[in-house]
């Protein structure tokens, strides 16, 4: 074999089985990768990843004793691990799948899976590969979801919600968090929205799905106020529901029931949906402003609104769309929507919130206007509520 060089300074591999650990071993040394690591199972994987922070590549077995490589990986992404993954087993090819999707939905980077038994000739395969999993191609090899699918989800509780920070812009500190409707499939892994969501509104279970999110998500309100009195979560209301008119009363009892002031909650609603020439929706949200939920105007920028309606909803949030504040770096249009946009919800006496904010050049321009808080994956993911709480409130987390 031709002796080629890699980047990769230090490198782990991580399987139970010696044979295997033997052959990607040899595979590495003879792309001269001096650093060579290797572990038995997960657990000793993270005591090696936490002794050595400049290993940039990871070779993991999924099916392992004591730490399985799934559980394994879900660490590695709470570590921030910026490397790239390579992931072998002899599994199922849709459990390979579903690793690779998780691990693709932590924000880790796969260089790419193994099915085994391996060889130098799959080893070398991998690695002089272009790398870098494509989540959209991944996606697009995973069926067609059902309504009897979601159903089966919705009674299992493998919907749930996950939680992204917002944060406050002048002290940096937690101001709320926005839930996010996530599926975990038993067999596919983590299923995003733009999979599922399409398939509630249109099955007739959107109605249902919502309120499952909501129930969780007040549930949580809950228990975070004793380490957060004035947390506020956001929810999002799809369009339909905002035909609802039985939605203030059941938010009520949803609060009530679980001791939660409905001041805590921000309903999320997307500005393309409420301006209609309907009245109900003006109703819906002028019931649930009146028993002092807060409601925020989402994706704010993209609807082609008239400013004089806006004025009809009683809203006390705006969100500017995500794709404006990405784009204002270079993009003149953009950067003028954003301003634009901070100067409307100024003079409505709105909370502005900035979404997506996802670098450091996102972060600087958003802290020099008068936007009240921040929200993207420079700061967090959505994290499920174990990973949230541990986060921002230091608790422990559930042992897996």
């Known amino acids: 074999m031709t002796n080629n060089s890699l980047s990769y300074e230090s490198v782990l591999i991580v399987d139970d089985d010696p044979i295997v650990r033997s052959i990607v071993e040899a595979g590495f040394e003879n792309h001269s990768v001096g650093n060579i690591h290797t572990a038995v199972d997960g657990q000793n994987a993270l005591d090696i990843l936490d002794q ?187 369009g339909e529901m905002l035909t609802d008119l039985q939605l203030p009363d059941q938010m009520l009892k949803v609060c009530a029931a679980a001791g939660v002031d409905p001041a805590q909650i921000v309903l999320e609603v997307t500005e393309s949906r409420v301006l209609s020439s309907s009245a109900m929706p003006i109703e819906v949200l002028a019931r649930l402003r009146m028993n002092r939920f807060e409601l925020s105007v989402d994706d704010f920028g993209t609807g082609y609104s008239n400013i004089d309606r806006l004025r009809e909803f009683p809203f006390t949030e705006l969100k500017i769309d995500q794709s404006f504040i990405r784009n204002a770096g270079n993009d003149d249009f953009a950067r003028k929507c954003v301003l634009a946009s901070v100067d409307i919800g100024r003079a409505l006496g709105l909370r502005i919130v900035a979404e997506g904010v996802e670098t450091a050049e996102d972060y600087a321009f958003v802290q020099g206007l008068d936007i009240d808080q921040i929200q993207g994956f420079y700061f967090s993911k959505p994290l499920p509520i174990d990973a949230f709480a541990t986060k921002y409130f230091q608790r422990p987390a559930a042992v897996a």
Request: hydrophobic share 45%; glycine share 8%.
């Open 52 to 238: 050595d922070p400049g290993i940039d590549f990871i070779f993991c077995d999924l099916n392992m004793p004591n730490m399985d490589g799934l559980q394994f990986l879900r660490h590695v992404a709470d570590r921030d691990f910026k490397g790239e993954i390579g992931i072998v087993s002899g599994e199922d090819q849709v459990i390979i799948q579903s690793a690779e999707l998780m691990a693709a939905k932590y924000g880790l980077t796969i260089k790419g899976t193994l099915r085994k038994p391996v060889d130098f000739a799959k080893i070398n395969g991998l690695l002089n590969s272009s790398g870098g999993s494509n989540v959209a191609e991944t996606l697009a090899k995973a069926e067609e979801f059902t309504r009897n699918d979601l159903v089966f989800a919705l009674v299992n509780k493998d919907i749930k919600p996950y939680f992204q920070p917002k944060i406050c812009t002048k002290t940096q500190k937690l101001a709320g968090a926005e839930a996010l409707a996530r599926w975990e499939h038993p067999d596919l892994g983590f299923i995003p929205p733009a999979s599922f969501i399409p398939v509630a509104e249109n099955e007739g279970l959107i109605h249902t799905l919502t309120g499952a999110i909501i129930k969780q998500s007040v549930a949580v309100v809950a228990d975070w106020s004793q380490y957060c009195p004035d947390l506020k979560i956001a929810i999002n209301l799809s």
